[in-house]
């Protein structure tokens, strides 16, 4: 009768042991699907808000003249310079700090042109300013008509190179690199990588990827999504 309570016992307590594991090892799956979705939410955004600021960069509001059909003229709210001047510059960071970058236009009465990246709405052919940051908190800011607000948190990485464009030679250039030639004028498209990390550390997810500055890192345990995509700017035509 003992014996067979003790075995009893001890099936028990497997059966229990294995239900225990199963339960871990389901949240821990269900908690790292939940991060990469969250991940994968969050890097269209930030791209998306950069590529709304980046690709019109130096662009000027036109409104069409009056008594004249099919004649434009520039907004009276004082448009920006055109070719031959910056409307894209950057900074490099330091001590593993994020890249910065900061693009200028005017609003327009294109869809999704007259609100900066806060989302705050700028009257057409009126100035628009956009930079964009990460804090020490690990948050991409942008800072537009008011004060500086995290788009996306979680960010590892932030780095940024200008494609500068002189004759028939296109290079991929970092900002220090830019700024010792005087480049910022000849700049035709900007590349955005971001790295986004995930909270939660575990184990079971520590890996060795590529990271930003195309070198192989420790993921330190947790989740990483490294996006890149390369903007156009639109007044900025790259043949």
Known sequence: MLIDLLIGLSVGALVLGAAIAA?????????????????????????????????????????????TAGSFQVAAAAPLPGAGTAVVQGKDGVMGAGDSLRVVRTSSNAPGQQEDCLGQEI??????????????????????????QPLVTGVSGFRLRYRVRQGE?????????VEAGQLWPEVVAVEVCLDLRGEERSSTHEARYIDCNAQQVTNGGRLHLVTRKLFQLRTRQEN
């Open 23 to 67: 339960l871990l090892v389901a949240r821990e799956a269900a908690s790292t699907v939940a991060e990469m979705s969250l991940l994968q939410e969050q890097a269209p955004h930030a791209l998306r808000m950069l590529g709304l600021q980046i690709r019109p960069a130096g662009s000027i509001e036109l409104q069409a003249s009056r008594g």
């Open 169 to 177: 030679q296109a290079r991929d250039l970092r900002a220090s690199e």
């Open 123 to 148: 009257a057409p052919g009126e100035r628009m300013e956009a930079s964009f940051d990460v804090d020490a908190k690990g948050a991409l800011r942008c800072r537009g008509a008011s004060q500086p």
